[in-house]
């Protein structure tokens, strides 16, 4: 009886061992000993085709992080997948990405991060830096929320900021609202309407005329912004239709001073406006990006050519996609050589009061807090470029 026992015993200790090791070789997703693949859904065509370019910007610092010897001994990999701006094609992206990427970085668009926002804590895949109505998160329950970082303007708080700014610093007496119809210009409105009930005299928005990110005729549009009588228009479509639009208004002869949401904040919309309709703008700029004609940005956007000179003349967006990669590439450091979903979200938990690269507003994530920053400063058009005329201007973080 001992001597079974003692079998027993021993059989016991090496199914115990067996199911340890079994569980330390168990794969993670996307991760091996000299590589990590990190997947993006972005526009590449479509609509918002020009936005893509975060996509591109970012590769291009993952491949200059991979000469440099990657991270913790890994190089990065990228799967770059075209939604064409369409919620279900980035479904599709991402449901064919999964088991293959162990993060998915910069995705683009609200209507696509309010369909696919489940995806990420359902199949325990870190978003990182996703580009989107940040409302969409403020009250997603905590432990979904473990997935997803964001360092990226409320919407609403951009555009409040936008209509305060116009009336106080622009002169604005009527301002009028062109936007996208949905949630990504809805928001716009709610903070447009709350920036002017705050102001002395309490004045209202004096018009609001939303377009259909299918549509491109817009004439009719620009002869109701007209009819309102606004002397001042904020801007909150994609580059292609904030083009469309200020030309059209320049053909009746309406120019009203045009501030534009920061997704607007390339100079490459002197290409899509013209020159003598862009000229005069006022963009607004992220706060946790830079801008080109900075020394800190344009050293990196130097980097960024030389790795895909594509990017020439697209600079704005391409540095803000590689601020992006640097968030990821900080976290993916922090986790250190034991990757899993669970030790990046540890890791881009360490990130405190943090500048990538030297740009832009500093970035704090914690436990309790995975909206890094949001702010905003204005620029102005002139000669080509977007000159920064404000400091930055930090709101609250919504989570």
Known sequence: ????????????????????????????????????????????????????????????????????????????????????????????????????????????????????????????????????????????????????????????????????????????KKVALFYQNDDYGKMAMEGAKLGLSKLPGKPELAGAVPYEVTERALATHAQKLKETGADTLLLYPTMTHGALILKEMAKIEYRPKALTTFTLGDPIMYGLAGADVWEGVYPAAPAQSGVPGEPAAD???????????????????????????????????NAGKDL??????????????????????????SPDRHHGVNGSRMMKAEKGMHVPVSDYTIYKPLF
Not at 24 to 42: C, F, K, L, R, W
Not at 309 to 318: H, I, R, S
Request: glycine share 8%; net charge neutral.
């Open 299 to 333: 050293k990196v956007i130097e980097i960024l050519k030389k790795y895909d000179p594509a990017l020439a003349g697209k600079e704005y967006l391409a540095l803000f996609g590689a601020v992006s990669m640097m968030h990821l590439v900080e976290g993916l450091k």
């Open 1 to 172: 009886m001992k001597i079974k026992a003692g079998w027993i015993m021993t059989l016991s200790v090496f199914l115990f061992l067996g199911l340890v090791f079994s569980a330390q070789a168990a794969p993670v997703a996307g991760v091996t000993d000299t590589e990590v693949v990190i997947g993006m859904s972005t526009p590449l065509s479509g609509p918002a085709a020009l936005w893509g370019v975060t996509a591109q910007g970012a590769k291009a610092w993952a491949d200059y992080v991979n000469d440099k010897g990657g991270v913790n001994g890994r190089k990065i990999k990228i799967i770059l997948k075209d939604d064409g701006y369409n919620p279900a094609r980035a479904m599709a992206n991402l449901t064919e990405m999964k088991g293959q990427v162990f993060a998915v970085c910069a995705l683009l668009g609200t209507a696509i991060a309010n369909a696919t926002k489940d995806f990420f804590a359902d199949n325990k895949i870190p978003l990182i830096t996703v580009y989107a109505d940040v409302r969409i998160w403020e009250k997603y329950p905590k432990d979904k929320m473990k997935y997803i970082f964001v360092s990226y303007p409320d919407y609403e708080n951009e555009a409040e900021y936008l209509a305060t700014y116009a009336v106080q610093n622009l002169g604005a």
């Open 340 to 365: 899993t979903p669970d030790s990046l979200v540890k890791g881009m938990e360490m990130i405190k009061n943090w500048k990538p690269e030297g740009i832009g507003s500093p970035v704090t994530y």
